[in-house]
């Protein structure tokens, strides 16, 4: 789906994103060329509107180019598919213009006072993908109503997510990782901002705006299919390269006698089960794609599958590591990288489990 250019594009600035641990100025123009970040946005507010299957495809080939890069285009454009639950015209003003970017946190924190005509809110929220590019944070706040927070018929507190414009939040320059530096994934904060009623809303098929497929779709397994392929995509990188590693070492010939067929055995029996449960995912996308009510089963599926697919790339990886000795410890070298991104990008809590 990459076309030769676009490859080196993104190959000549991945040490320079990494030195200044964000997105090149390059790599941003690319994306708002290709409309990466307007991906699940719909064709009426000026986005792709792609399947799901088929751009997870592209996102799987981004992060194999490089998983900065590749969970960066992932996250935003997850946020930027929120368009589909605003009112329509506030979303054709938003997305029609050319840079735009959303992300933040979907951890409920904070609080959202409710007033007559809006909300008051307030809160301090962690890892916004692409902050420093971000047009718009996105959050998720607990209602209060005249001091009291609200609560539904289970007793159960209540939240809703909101969209902030960039001017109204305070950026906390505090992501210092080891991997994944160039994603920027800082904190934010926002202090006593009224947002009126229509920068509110709910990531729920029946809360739809709009009637792409998409928004039929349940945001959590829309969630686990676009991650575990980034994670399927760093992965198959870091087997590439790990295997071109191997070769190089396969030249000694006490190496290559004592455990070549063995180490190349095991990378080829990591890769053929990884191929396995990702041809299966992609398969269970299009199985429940277009469907307005998913079959339970399937998407019960996608969940068990793409943690389980996590969990094996991270054991994998790990154990694997290790063959490519000295080498692979060079901060500079790109397995050390690869597998950096990977192990920064496990802790995300929706897939480590």
């Known amino acids: 789906m990459l076309h030769k250019e ?23 123009k690319l994306i708002y060329d290709k409309k990466w970040f307007n991906l699940w946005v719909p064709k009426g507010y000026g986005g792709l509107e792609m399947p799901l299957a088929e751009g997870c495809v592209l996102l799987e080939e981004l992060a194999y180019v490089d998983g900065g890069f590749g969970w960066t285009v992932t996250l ?7 368009a589909g639950f605003l009112d329509p015209a506030l979303a054709v003003n938003i997305f029609g213009k050319r ?38 944070f996105t959050l998720n706040a607990w209602i209060y109503e005249s001091g009291k927070q609200v ?30 530096a160039c994603t920027a994934s800082h904190s934010f904060s926002v202090e006593k901002v009224f947002l009126p009623e229509d920068r509110a809303f709910d990531l729920l098929p029946e809360r739809r705006q709009h009637e792409a497929p998409l928004y039929y779709y349940p945001f959590m397994t829309f969630a686990e299919c676009t991650l575990a392929v980034n994670y399927w995509g760093m992965f198959r990188r870091f087997l590439d390269v790990l295997e071109r ?14 455990a070549g067929k063995k180490r190349f055995m095991q990378v080829d029996q990591s890769r053929s089960a990884l191929t396995e449960q990702a041809k299966r995912l992609y398969a269970l996308m299009d199985a429940t794609w277009g469907d307005p009510q998913p079959d339970d089963t399937a998407l019960q ?21 290790s063959f490519a000795g000295i080498s692979g410890a060079q901060q500079d070298s790109e397995l050390n990288i690869v597998f950096r991104h990977l192990f920064t990008a496990a802790q995300h809590s929706l897939l480590n489990s």
């Open 6 to 28: 676009t490859l080196d594009l993104i190959q000549e600035d991945i040490a320079l994103s990494i030195e200044q641990k964000k997105l090149s100025d390059k790599m941003l």
């Open 301 to 321: 599926e996608i969940a068990t599958l793409s943690r389980e697919m996590v969990q094996r790339i991270k054991q994998d990886a790990a154990a694997l590591f």
């Open 245 to 258: 590693q191997l070769f190089v070492k396969s030249t000694d010939p006490s190496w290559d006698a004592a």
């Open 151 to 180: 609560c539904d018929a289970a007793g159960n507190p209540v939240y809703h997510s909101f969209f902030v414009d960039r001017d109204d939040v305070l950026v906390h320059y505090d992501w210092d990782t080891f991997g994944l």
């Open 76 to 82: 935003c454009a997850g946020a930027n598919m929120f």
């Open 99 to 136: 840079e735009v970017c959303w992300g933040g946190s979907g951890k409920p924190s904070g609080r959202a006072d409710k007033l007559a005509d809006g909300y008051l809110v307030t809160g301090y929220w962690k890892y916004a993908t692409g902050a420093p590019h971000l047009t718009h």
